[in-house]
């Protein structure tokens, strides 16, 4: 483990207010049984995360995961493998991106 995250839920009828700023880049999906593509329905509730995992970059072969605890209001964030000191911290956004991921 290297993060527990607590949430701040962006309630559903807030979402459409939300989704059309720069906030919306920075949202985890927040309902049982959904994915993080599933934010593209702009329907119920999204999540930003506090502490460091909100700025975690997005990686194809990540070196760590995370693991929605919806019912806790928390995101753990897990290491996938030894990490060197130094290295930056990423993880699969497992959704379809805005933008163009640069290799690292």
């Known amino acids: 483990m290297i993060e527990r995250s607590p949430v701040l839920v962006i309630p559903s009828a807030e979402r459409p207010i939300v989704d059309g700023t720069i906030v919306f880049t920075y949202v985890f999906m927040w309902e049982h049984g959904t994915t993080e593509e599933d934010l593209y329905q702009h329907r119920g509730r999204a999540a930003i995360a506090l502490g460091h995992t909100s700025l ?18 928390t995101i753990d964030i897990l290491a996938s493998r030894a990490i060197k000191a130094g290295e930056e911290l990423t ?3 497992q ?10």
């Open 56 to 73: 975690l970059s997005h990686s194809y072969q990540p070196n760590c995961s995370f693991i929605r605890n919806i019912d806790e209001l």
């Open 91 to 93: 993880i699969d956004y």
């Open 95 to 104: 959704m379809t991106l805005w933008f163009d991921p640069q290799p690292i």
